[in-house]
């Protein structure tokens, strides 16, 4: 079964670094997100893209995160500076743009923790 | 915001049903019930989703009231690898828009 890959699974960075989170769709889907997830919380959305084209990235904080999906297959998310307040779980997540269930395949994440 | 409230926390038995309760007084007539679920440092997991008519597939079953307001998950034979956090999530029939989750219900089942 295809599956959703991420990398790391786990990052350790000091504050004020920059860290950066890869993800791999399932083939064919076209409809990427990434989630932070908070301890003891459920998954908030960052941003999404459509192919290639963000689609909404109004909770990303753009001062310091970015995004992108250059050949509207894997993507990259990335934090510069990081604060402590980032350590949390990212998850990418995939679907297919059309079919009634527009179910969305989670990877495993990336815990970030920022020392 | 999410738009569905949730027990907090439940416990099951293994072996027997466990039925997950879902409150979401505000739904619109153009809006689905989802269901995921996520395991311990695992990512969401789809487990089910429904418009207005009952639903089961192999993991579950949807049962949604009449007038939509409220719904509830039910896993037939608990197992101890149904211990979970389950998220009961509302979404425009549109489809292809992002999930809006809760807390959740954290679900222990127990041998």
């Known amino acids: 079964e295809a599956e959703v890959a991420q990398s790391p699974r786990y990052k350790i960075t000091e504050k004020s670094q920059a860290v950066a989170f890869w993800c791999d769709p399932i083939s064919g889907h076209a409809t990427l997100y990434w989630y932070r997830q908070i301890l003891g919380q459920g998954p908030e959305l960052l941003v999404q893209?459509?192919?290639?084209?963000?689609?909404?990235d109004s909770q990303l904080p753009k001062d310091r995160f970015s995004a992108e999906r250059l050949k509207g297959v894997d993507s990259t998310l990335k934090i510069q500076p990081a604060e402590l307040g980032d350590s949390a779980m990212y998850l990418c997540a995939s679907s297919h743009t059309t079919g009634a269930a527009y179910e969305q395949y989670f990877g495993p994440g990336t815990r970030l923790t920022v020392t | 915001d999410a738009k569905t409230t949730q027990p907090t926390s439940m416990d099951c038995a293994e072996g027997r049903a466990a039925n997950l309760p879902c409150n979401h007084s505000?739904?619109?007539?153009?809006?689905?019930v989802y269901w995921y679920r996520q395991i311990h440092s695992q990512g969401p997991q789809y487990i089910i989703h429904?418009?207005?008519n009952n639903e089961t597939n192999e993991m579950a079953s949807l049962i949604i009231t009449e007038d939509r307001k409220s719904s509830t998950l039910i896993l037939p034979h608990a197992t101890l690898r149904d211990t979970a956090v389950y998220y009961c999530i509302v979404r425009d029939y549109s489809g292809n828009t992002p999930l809006v989750f809760g807390k959740g219900t954290r679900l222990s089942v127990i041998a």
């Open positions: 429904g418009l207005k």
């Open positions: 893209f459509q192919d290639e084209s963000v689609v909404d």
């Open positions: 505000t739904i619109s007539g153009n809006e689905y």
